[in-house]
């Protein structure tokens, strides 16, 4: 029961970064302002990076023995993040890429703790180099938007 639950996950993380690529070029494509060269370049590093996670998920998808998503139904039925509305200002387009990733953190948390209690190490040892990888963008993301913590 737990490699089909860690599947399911899966999939739902496949099915969020390939909504997330699509929204990101569409932020690429219309991102204006002041800000232009500066998120044009941030939001293309962010789905070339995407296109990689795509692809490295759904190959160890298919290493486990489970069957990824792969069409744009499957992806809209299973992902949990919004597709782009469009008309986004650059910082609603920032500010809606920095929840994406705050509601992925909590996903590949989960992840990460059903690949370890299943005992596979390398699903999560893959989805620890997302996180961390999401965590710098957001933390990026967050300061661009002014919102980063700080101390007490």
């Known amino acids: 029961m737990s490699k089909k639950n860690l599947v399911q996950s899966m999939n739902k993380q496949l099915a969020n970064w390939n909504v997330l690529n699509t929204k990101l070029h569409h932020y690429h494509w219309y991102v204006k302002g002041q800000d232009f060269f500066l998120l044009h370049e941030k939001f293309e590093e962010i789905y070339t990076e995407a296109a990689g996670y795509i692809d490295e998920i759904a190959e160890r998808i298919l290493m486990i023995g489970g069957e990824p998503v792969s069409t744009l139904r499957d992806y809209l ?71 980063v913590p700080t101390r007490a």
């Open 77 to 147: 039925d299973h992902t949990s993040i919004d597709e782009a509305k469009g008309g986004e200002s650059p910082a609603e387009m920032v500010a809606a890429l920095s929840d994406d990733f705050d509601h992925f953190k909590g996903q590949l948390e989960s992840i990460i703790e059903l690949s370890e209690n299943a005992g596979d190490h390398p699903t999560a040892d893959l989805f620890i180099g997302i996180k961390a990888s999401i965590e710098k963008h957001n933390w990026m993301l967050k300061a661009y938007l002014n919102k």
